[in-house]
């Protein structure tokens, strides 16, 4: 069970193509992001370089935008990289706004894989993600417990 953000940060950055020795970058023209490394994006960062992001300042923003704003310390174990991974892929909002509700791991995933299925129903381009987006509901199912 991943519960340290240190732990949990290195399970995010390999989920998001960037683990060690690796730099993450994409800019894929379906993704409404734009460009990415390390999971960052240049919509949620306009004001930054993403090109040359290092891996030591995407750490940085993970745990100043996301960890410290969830609480993420003081979430339950078993769901502490569930939201993370929420937050991370889906905005601090929605994460914790799928909170209440979810009685543990399995129903918080399940109503993320509902929220993944109303995106794909509102940007039907976005249909070619959703595989994706199951499939790291798995893998994060896996390294919670």
Known sequence: MLT????????????????PGKDGYVNDPRDAGGETKFGISKAAYPALDIKSLT??????????????????AAIAAPLRLAVLDCAINCGVGRAKALLPGTGDLDDYLWAR????????????KNLAFLPGWLRRLELVRAASR
């Open 113 to 124: 894989a509902a929220y993944y299925r109303q995106i794909v129903q509102k940007r039907p």
């Open 4 to 19: 340290s953000f240190d732990a949990c940060i290195e399970f995010e950055l390999a989920r998001e193509g960037a683990p």
């Open 55 to 72: 891996r030591e300042q995407a750490i940085e923003i993970y745990r100043r935008d996301y960890w410290s704003p969830l609480g993420a």
